[in-house]
């Protein structure tokens, strides 16, 4: 393999190129937080969606106290009301996986931060 390809294989791999196919969805309402990595929204039709958040695995509520800790700081990252951006990251045999935002910050990487999550 020549140096050139090397070179471009490298570069595409590290590139920050979502590796996921990702879908931005319009911002969304926060309506409730279920435990530390599901909340529901509400879209701007007015339905409610519940979503879980990608690369969270929060404690579940029965985890005490740890669970009930880890719901509690998602309500003060994104309180009921709060207008939130949210970008699809895949669809497994739960929920919807999402990363969500709001003031230009990740939740999902606040909540890694502070190691509020499994």
Do not use: H
Not at 28 to 34: Q, R
Not at 86 to 96: A, N, P, T
């Amino acid at each position: 393999m020549n140096k050139a390809a090397i070179i471009t294989a490298f570069l595409v791999l590290f590139s920050g190129v979502p590796t996921v196919a990702q879908t931005s969805l319009p911002n969304m309402t926060v309506v409730s937080v279920g435990d530390g990595d599901t909340l529901r929204v509400r879209n701007q039709q007015g339905q409610a969606i519940t979503i879980r958040l990608g690369c969270v695995d929060a404690p579940e509520l029965k985890q005490n106290p740890w669970g009930q800790q880890s719901r509690t700081r998602l309500q003060q990252l994104l309180p009921v009301g709060q207008s939130v951006q949210v970008r699809q990251i895949e669809r497994d045999r739960y929920k919807l996986e999402f990363r969500l935002s709001n003031k230009k910050r990740p939740r999902n990487a606040e909540l890694k931060a502070n190691r509020l999550q499994a």
